[in-house]
């Protein structure tokens, strides 16, 4: 299926994006959420330009998704730990449970 073409708005500036059927709702969701950090950035009195504002809220952006990214990789490592664990605790218990049943035929 083709993409269509969807019209947000950002920054008071109408854009036509394409868009893959069925994201419409995620392209939208997406836009909002620009446009709320958008508007928290311009309210700083360090910020004097739209672009300055435009710049600022994509490199927050950046930033919010490295550090989610991060995260991801550390729960992802944690994860791997416990499953490496509970691994060896099943493995140990099978050769003690083996160990009795040896024990116990002799």
Do not use: F, H, W, Y
């Amino acid at each position: 299926m083709s993409p269509q073409t969807i019209e947000i708005k950002i920054a008071d500036r109408r854009l036509k994006v394409a868009c893959p059927q069925g994201q419409e709702a995620a392209l939208l969701a997406a836009a909002n959420e620009l446009n709320a950090r958008l508007e928290k950035t311009r309210t700083s009195p360090a910020v004097a330009t739209l672009e300055q504002a435009l710049l600022l809220t994509a490199l927050n952006l950046s930033n919010d998704l490295l550090q989610s990214e991060q995260q991801r990789e550390r729960e992802q490592q944690q994860t791997r730990e416990q499953i490496q664990l509970l691994q060896s605790t099943i493995k140990q218990a099978l050769l003690e449970q083996k160990v009795e049943q040896k024990n116990d035929a002799q």
